[in-house]
Nanobody, 118 residues
Framework: QVQLVESGGGLVQTGGSLILSCAASGSIVRLNAMSWYRQAPGKPREVVAIITSGGTNYSDSVKGRFTISRDNGKNTVYLQMNTLKPEDTADYYC?????????????WGQGPQVTVSS
């Protein structure tokens, strides 16, 4: 199967920056899309950013502040987060859609926490 290893979460002050990374490995023939979702306590999980071969897309709440990028050679996706706000506080999940040689499927990362202090 696949493994997703996330890193980069932690504490930051309002206006600061963090970068998250998610490295995929295992039975992956093709990565179709890599995404970042986040979930705050008591709130639904929401999409933050998506990257595919066709380009990138962002939620309105992070557009202009966050940047998603991908290193194809390492099967790794990054999320550069700038001008962080307290409302960005959440668990951040890497989410991939991939082909394992038989069919397309999905896999979630472990969701490390990002906390932005006022």
């Amino acid at each position: 199967q696949v493994q997703l290893v996330e890193s980069g979460g932690g504490l930051v002050q309002t206006g600061g920056s963090l970068i998250l990374s998610c490295a995929a490995s295992g039975s992956i023939v093709r990565l179709n899309a890599m995404s970042w979702y986040r979930q705050a306590p008591g709130k639904p999980r929401e999409v933050v950013a998506i990257i595919t071969s066709g380009g990138t897309n962002y939620s309105d709440s992070v557009k202009g502040r966050f940047t998603i990028s991908r290193d194809n050679g390492k099967n790794t996706v990054y999320l550069q987060m700038n001008t962080l706000k307290p409302e960005d506080t959440a668990d951040y999940y890497c989410y991939v859609n991939y082909n394992n040689g038989h069919f397309d499927t999905n896999y979630w990362g472990q969701g490390p926490q990002v906390t932005v202090s006022s």
